[in-house]
C-alpha cells in the first residue's frame, strides 16, 4: 500500500525558514509529478508548488521566489524549502503525488496526512 508522509512542520518566526520533507512508499512503478498544497482555516485548499519528474517546476504567486521545492527520484522524495516566511503562510500542508502502483491502472492522485506551519511572533 503506498503511503506518502511529510515531516518537517512546526512552529516559527516571521522571516523565517522551514523545509517540509515527504516520502513516497510502498509498491510503487512509477511517479509522475508530486507536490505541495495548503488549506488555511476557512479557504480552500490550494497549490503551493509542483515539480514534475524531470525537474520542471511550478509556483503559487504568493510564493514565488521564497519558496523551493525539488524531489530525490532515487527516494521518491519531495521537498519544500520555506524562506521568508510570513502569518499568511499558516496552514496545514499536504504532500501530493501522482504515481502509478500495482494497485491501480494508471496514474492515481494519492496524499499525505497534512503537516501543521504556524508562522507567528
Known amino acids: 500500500q503506498v503511503q506518502l508522509v511529510e515531516s518537517g512542520g512546526g512552529l516559527v518566526q516571521p522571516g523565517g525558514s522551514l523545509r517540509l520533507s515527504c516520502a513516497a512508499s510502498?509498491?510503487?512503478?512509477?511517479?509522475?509529478?508530486m507536490g505541495w498544497y495548503r488549506q488555511a482555516p476557512g479557504k480552500q485548499r490550494a497549490l503551493v508548488a509542483a515539480?514534475?519528474?524531470?525537474?520542471?517546476?511550478n509556483y503559487a504567486d504568493p510564493v514565488k521566489g521564497r519558496f523551493t521545492i525539488s524531489r530525490d527520484n532515487a527516494k521518491n522524495t519531495v521537498y519544500l524549502q520555506m524562506n521568508s516566511l510570513n502569518s499568511e503562510d499558516t496552514a496545514v500542508y499536504y504532500c501530493?503525488?501522482?504515481?502509478?502502483?500495482?494497485?491501480?491502472?494508471?496514474?492515481?492522485?494519492?496524499w499525505g496526512q497534512g503537516t501543521q506551519v504556524t508562522v507567528s511572533s
Open positions: 515539480i514534475t519528474s524531470g525537474g520542471n517546476t
Open positions: 501530493n503525488a501522482d504515481l502509478w502502483s500495482p494497485g491501480s491502472s494508471w496514474y492515481t492522485d494519492y
Open positions: 510502498g509498491s510503487i512503478f512509477s511517479i509522475n509529478a
